[in-house]
């Protein structure tokens, strides 16, 4: 596989290399660190915070502006970190607050930002509230920051309402109370080991203001709200009334999904965060029916970003992205925000993956597929994202061309949804195995202990040493196309494209003196050579003013 740039590129600079800029969140490029399996610094084959500190340099070498951090709170681990006991505290895993705060001003001085996750929707069941509550029995305040409800049947034997677990089964349990009988039912949309925050009341209210005040002080530059959709839920918690409701998730708005209520919360949260200097930042996790109402959450006085899940879950197909692109951008340019592009995260199957094998899938496959094929669409794919207007957010591991781990022995396998009955399809662990930096070592340089997850052995080629300096390398065709990005004034921020006329299974377009073209196909097209070319994913010939764009390629032309 081969790619193509101008001998007259840039080279690849620092984002740090300049002073900060104004509105920089509305075209970053953030870069998503799963803390477990970035780094390991002292051995025990767990990532750690001292383990991403010592490969922020290469970060900054790649050329991303922002590093958002999935959670290193301390925690049970019952559902990798996102079940938090303490929100002001390390995991011994992880480290410290000494480790955090000395990453937090490293990355300040190579010019890196860092985006911490927030887990406001639930706790661990082991956070001090939650545990006083079960501890009190029937009648404890505590009781009131969660949903506690007694059963229905004769002898509350049966859950307060149908609402379903997104991890499978019912989303209430049962505790038992202090004097060992069977008592009331909690809410629990995740793990059980999750219990529901009680957003009504004002308890929960006051002390997420005060951890965000805490993590602002100690630097960071804003927050990944995680599961941003589903704080508020709606009175009475009514029953649903159907079964199989994942499949309605993305459909419909629930009744634990997506309220209207949240977007309070949000501007009491705005409020603070525009307190402080430096351009902090919110981020929301929001997975809604329509691009439309995703755009709710960037009201100019809430969130400043939304994940753009539709993006992610469209198909490799030029009508099906030029419409998902149309709709992003007429339904941010109301609100004012920037549109967000993202192909992979912790919860999916990596794009590599995804796009190796055939359309209709979904987004947790265990199949390979054709990984020529989806290596191939993955590279045209990034090239199509980092030229569309906006920020980009990218999964680490990616940039190597990464695919998914589908063949992990069941025994070594850690997400929760894994071993549930049914909901998702617990396939979660093959895109968090460790990412390779070496060729050779016990788990490729991730650290010198092995790896919490086992790697795949053909991966010694696909690490960060393997891949540094080739020219036709994944890692470098990321380098350089990051390094334009920043360089080219017609890319990064924006709210609109010009697209041009081009054969069937091609999207084309223009950003001022920028050029696009994206063939999705399986066959060769020919189109203009609009001017200079860029970067391209494959090798693209050009002859007499016309070029000959490879299928699952994406070619960028300047012409100025």
């Not at 409800?149 to 997104?166: A, M, Q, T, V, Y």
């Not at 202090?178 to 949309?189: A, F, K, R, T, V």
């Not at 997420?208 to 589903?230: E, K, P, T, Y």
Request: with cysteine.
């Amino acid at each position: 596989m081969s790619q193509q740039h101008s001998a007259t590129d840039p080279a690849p600079t620092s984002p740090l290399a300049t002073a900060p800029r104004r509105d920089w969140w509305r075209d970053a490029v953030i870069y998503q660190v799963y803390p477990r399996s970035f780094a390991d610094s002292n051995g025990d084959g767990m990532g750690d915070l001292e383990g991403i500190r010592t490969r922020l340099p290469y970060l900054r070498d790649l050329g991303v502006d922002a590093v958002w951090l999935s959670p290193f709170y301390a925690s049970p681990q019952a559902d990798a970190g996102y079940d938090v006991a303490d929100y002001r505290a390390v995991d011994p895993m992880f480290g410290n607050l000494l480790d955090a705060d000395a990453l937090i001003r490293d990355a300040r001085g190579l010019g890196l930002r860092i985006i911490v996750d927030l887990v406001p929707n639930h706790s661990s069941d082991q956070h001090e509230w939650f545990k006083r509550a079960v501890a009190e029995g029937p009648g404890s305040s505590l009781r009131d920051r969660y949903h506690f409800r007694p059963g229905k049947g004769e002898n509350g034997e049966l859950p307060p309402n149908d609402w379903e677990s997104i991890f499978g089964g019912p989303a209430w349990t049962r505790v038992t109370e202090p004097d060992g009988s069977p008592g009331e039912w909690y809410l629990h949309l995740f793990a059980p080991e999750q219990p529901d925050f009680n957003w009504d009341h004002p308890a929960v209210g006051d002390e997420f203001r005060s951890i965000l005040r805490f993590w602002l002080d100690m630097g960071v530059d804003g927050f990944r709200i995680d599961v941003a959709h589903g704080l508020v839920k709606a009175d009475g918690l009514p029953d649903l009334g159907s079964h199989d409701q994942l499949k309605l998730l993305g459909n419909d708005v629930m009744p634990f999904f997506d309220q209207d209520g949240v977007h309070e919360i949000y501007r009491q949260w705005r409020l603070i965060l525009d307190e402080y200097s430096g351009e902090r930042i919110f981020v929301a996790e929001a997975w809604t029916p329509t691009v439309e109402r995703t755009a709710n959450y960037v009201r100019p006085d809430e969130l400043h970003q939304a994940f753009n899940f539709q993006y992610l879950s469209t198909e490799w197909d030029a009508k099906e992205l030029r419409a998902v692109v149309d709709r992003t951008l007429e339904a941010m340019r109301p609100v004012g925000a920037p549109a967000t592009w993202v192909l992979s995260n912790h919860d999916v199957t990596r794009h590599a993956t995804r796009f190796a094998n055939p359309p209709g899938l979904g987004t947790q496959i265990r199949l390979a597929g054709d990984r020529e094929l989806g290596l191939r669409r993955a590279r045209a794919a990034t090239l199509l994202m980092l030229a569309l207007p906006g920020s980009a957010y990218v999964y680490q591991g990616e940039e190597l061309g990464l695919p998914d781990v589908v063949d992990l022995p069941d025994s070594v396998r850690q997400d929760p949804a894994y071993f549930r009955g049914a909901g998702q399809d617990g396939f979660r662990d093959g895109c968090r195995v460790p990412i390779p930096w070496t060729r050779e070592g016990s788990s490729y340089g991730f650290g010198a202990g092995g790896s919490w997850l086992p790697q795949p052995s053909d991966w010694a080629e696909l690490s960060v040493e393997a891949q540094t300096g080739d020219p036709d390398s994944t890692l470098e065709l990321y380098r350089t196309a990051l390094s334009v990005r920043r360089t080219h004034p017609d890319l990064g921020a924006g709210s609109s494209v010009e697209w041009l006329r081009a054969p069937e299974g091609v999207l084309a377009f223009r950003r001022g003196e920028f050029v696009c073209v994206t063939n999705t196909g399986t066959e060769s097209v020919t189109t203009p050579a609009y001017g200079r070319l860029l970067l391209a994913s494959g090798e693209v010939a050009e002859v007499d003013g016309d070029a000959k764009v490879p299928g699952d390629t994406t070619v960028w032309w300047t012409t100025a």
